[in-house]
């Protein structure tokens, strides 16, 4: 019953995923930047990743106990 309402996000948060990683390795694979670039340009992405992947964790558990709109509570 909840699968239709956790494609969305799934496919969403996939896709920004990706282009964040692929992103951060092609920042990785320029030789021709200083080290601080690549990791700030490398690692910033990657963290930005984690947190997409957290905020989907979040929102699976939101639509599986009901909570599908947060704007009800207020």
Not at 31 to 36: F, K, S
Not at 52 to 74: A, F, H, N, Q, T
């Amino acid at each position: 019953m909840h699968g239709k309402k956790m494609v969305a996000p799934i496919v969403i948060t996939m896709v920004v995923v990706l282009y964040y990683v692929l992103f951060a390795c092609i920042c990785f694979a320029f030789d021709g930047i200083w080290l601080v670039l690549k990791i700030l340009f490398g690692v910033v992405p990657l963290i930005l990743a984690a947190v997409c992947i957290y905020v989907l964790i979040e929102r699976i558990e939101e639509i599986r106990s009901g909570e599908e709109d947060d704007l009800s509570k207020y």
